[in-house]
């Protein structure tokens, strides 16, 4: 039950390894983002993080990986740009789960997301309005 459930969730749900390499890849993760899992396992990170965030994103992970901890771990979210397939900017939300191996060490993470983009749009035009009044 618990593989049907994280394979067929409609978060997305991506597991990448201590590399930055996409190790999971579920069915919420194919609808937000458009790539298959076939087209996402194997592959950077960087498939679906918007050029001009690879660099602050990346050093991120890498404290995280060395650290074992985030701030953004515990219920947390992070609302970040990414990209879809087709090159679309999407916005996202997520939580991150820091996966460890038996002594300890990091292993990668998991990550929750969901696509928030139609929120992101609906916010920004209500503030452009607001502002222009």
């Given at each position: 039950m618990a593989q049907a459930?994280?394979?067929?969730?409609?978060?997305?749900?991506?597991?990448?390894?201590?590399q930055g390499v996409i190790r999971f890849w579920n069915e919420g993760a194919e609808r937000i983002f458009g790539f298959t899992a076939a087209e996402a396992l194997?592959?950077?990170?960087?498939?679906?993080?918007?050029?001009?965030?690879?660099?602050?994103?990346?050093?991120?992970?890498?404290?995280?990986?060395?650290?074992?901890?985030?701030?953004?771990?515990?219920?947390?979210l992070l609302s970040v740009p990414a990209l879809h397939k087709d090159g679309r900017r999407i916005s996202v939300e997520f939580t991150i789960v820091p996966i460890h191996d038996d002594q300890g060490a990091m292993m990668g993470m998991a990550s929750v997301m969901r696509d928030v983009t139609a929120r992101f749009e609906e916010l920004k035009a209500l503030r452009k309005q607001l502002a222009g009044r």
């Open positions: 459930l994280i394979h067929t969730a409609s978060d997305g749900i991506v597991y990448s390894d201590d194997g592959k950077s990170l960087d498939l679906i993080i918007p050029e001009r965030q690879r660099a602050i994103h990346w050093e991120g992970y890498a404290r995280v990986m060395a650290t074992g901890k985030s701030r953004y771990e515990k219920g947390a």
